[in-house]
Structures are given as C-alpha cells and as structure tokens.
C-alpha cells in the first residue's frame, strides 16, 4: 500500500475483470487466526510524542489498545534505506522487541526498495540500481536472510514475511517486471527470497502479496505465472480495499479461487475504511467521500461495520487472516508519507485509521476471530 494510488488500481472499482460471485456460506469451524495490524507508523508517531487512549480517553500504548480488540499479528514494513530513517532493518529490529514482548506475532513487510512499493512502483534500492538479475537474486537472499538472522539473534524471528508488497506485476523493476508475460526473472527473485527466509528459520511463514483482489483473472494470471516458475510459498496475500477492488461478493469469490486452485491458506494483509471525511492536515486525504462503499457511511459505525464485514466476508471464503492497514496513523505533525520529506509531509490515510484526530481509539472496532 501507498497513500497515493494510480493506475489500475485506481480504476478497479470502476472496472472489474471477472465473476462476481455469491458470499460462501460460513463454517462454524472456519476462524481467522492472523488478526493483524500493519502498525508502520507508530513507532515515528510514539518518537514524535503522540498520543493513543483507548476508549475511556485513558493514555495507553496503542499497541494494548489494539491487543485488547482482538490483534494477534502486527505487520512491519522494511525499507532497504530510507532518507528517513525510519522503517529501516534498525527500526523494524527496535520495535519488534516491543511487538515480541507484548505476546504478539510478527510479519515482516520486504518492500525491497528505500521507498513505497506497490502495484504502480517498484524501484530498486539505489544501492541496487545498476545491479543485473543475477546480482538482484544474491541482493534478495542476502537482505532476506540479514534482516531475518538479526531478528532471530535477537529473540524476535518473525512469524511470517513477505517477498515483496503488492506486486501485481513484478518487483525491483525493470529486471524484476512482468513484460510480455515472462515471470521468468520474478520466479528468480522471488526464489531467492524464500530460500533466505527459510535458511533462517523454517518455520517462518512466506507470503507473496498482490493487491489482486479485484478479480480472479487478475490474481489466477500472476499466480499461475509464478507457479509456472516453481516459485514455492506458504500463504497467498491479498489486499481488499473496498472502494478500488469491487464488492466483497467478489472479494469472497477470488478468496475462494485462490484458496482451492494453489493449495495454500490466504490472507487478506491490507483493508481499512475511513471513520470521517474530515481532513486534518494540510495533505488531502486519500480517499474523502461520504460513503466510499454502498452501505458504509464514513463514520465511526460505518468504518467498524465495514471492518466487520470484510472479515466475516474472508473467513466465510475461507481466509484465515484479515490485516487492517495503518490503524494508528493518525495526523501527527512530523509523520508524513514521504520517507524522502517524512517531516515536511502530511498524512493521506489519518481519516481511515482507527484512532482520531486526538488519539483516540474506535471502541466500536474489532478483530474478530
């Protein structure tokens, strides 16, 4: 995810490819296990002297806030080498020490880029630029295993990781971009960052991540692509945002695709949903309309309802987690968007965290197991 989307994703709730499907009926024994937070923020917003209070207006950390409604999983990004100095293996390595010792899971976000990766935007690190595919391969596996072998020494190996962060076409473009259908160099890389993942620790779950939740052409063309290459994986990611990827009907219908046609559990690792179309600082938000969705007004009810309905929607077809996207990325001066500007930049996503404008938690919010 980025704050500022373009291009086909922009688009897919206009223009969705593939069968709408009905909502599975649920299974009293289907349940969501990986109820996550992709938290990214904080740990810049908590430096800057934010503050989170739970729904009594009590000054808690919001990593509690967040456990008492039901969060078992955070989720980190890592960036190779950011201006900013936050997201960094450092940074991740920091505050996985908190993640860790508050009883929480941990997933581990390989944007393999100093910035934002996502469907529009795969740059290289720059220490990588001029690098070849052979050379990327070696990149991967030595950065993978890095950051990996510095959280296990540590006390803190991660639960899962993903290889790459949304991407629909490729990673560590251009030699790692899908053109002309050859997932050839993207097996490649992708290889290399399983293969590191699991000579640090076996047991750590890999999860290769699209936002392809749009429609089963989209996702059935880059897993099939990648399966073509005999790339391995644990978990199939998806992320579900629900005013660019379409209905949760057919949310469920790709979710239940994915799950039969490779085999592997799925999760959900980005939704969220605005609680206001209030902006609260000087960079517009990202998504502002009054009811982004049908049926889900952008209010505290209408987010938590929202919220609530996209996990009773996976775990009907079958996910097994549901991650929401920067909850406590709340407008906090000094904590941009822009890794390059984090100081000078302003937040597009403050509307659809789960604390408001002041800190304070959405009691109506849950993770729902």
Known sequence: MTPFR??????????????????PAASAANSLSMLGADVSTAQRALDLGARYTDAAGVARDPLDILKGAGVNYVRLRVWNNPRSGYNNKAKVLQYARTVKAKGLKLLVDFHYSDTWADPDTQTKPAAW?????????????????????????????????QIGNEINVGMLWNDGKVVNNDFTNLGLLLKAGYNATKACNGGTQVIVHTADADSDAHARWFYDGIRAQGVPWDITGLSYYCYWHGTMANMA???????????????????????????DDSTPNVISAAQPCAGYPATPA??????????????????????YWEPTWYAVNGNGWDPADITGSGNGWENQA????SGRFNPQVRWRA
């Open 354 to 357: 789960v604390f408001d404008h």
């Open 253 to 279: 219908g790709v979710v239940s695709d994915v799950r039969s046609r490779y085999g592997k559990p799925v999760v959900l690792a980005e939704t969220a949903y605005p609680y206001t179309t209030a902006n």
């Open 6 to 23: 373009t291009g086909r994703l922009a688009t897919a709730a206009l223009i969705l490819v593939g069968l709408v499907l009905p909502v």
């Open 129 to 161: 630029a001029s690098h070849s595919t052979g050379r990327l391969q070696t990149d991967v596996y030595d950065y993978t295993y890095d950051v990996c072998s510095g959280l296990k020494a540590q006390g803190t190996t991660p639960d899962s990781v």
């Open 302 to 323: 209408g987010q938590a309802a929202n919220f609530t309905a996209v996990q009773d929607t996976a775990r009907a077809a079958g996910a097994i987690g549901v991650f």
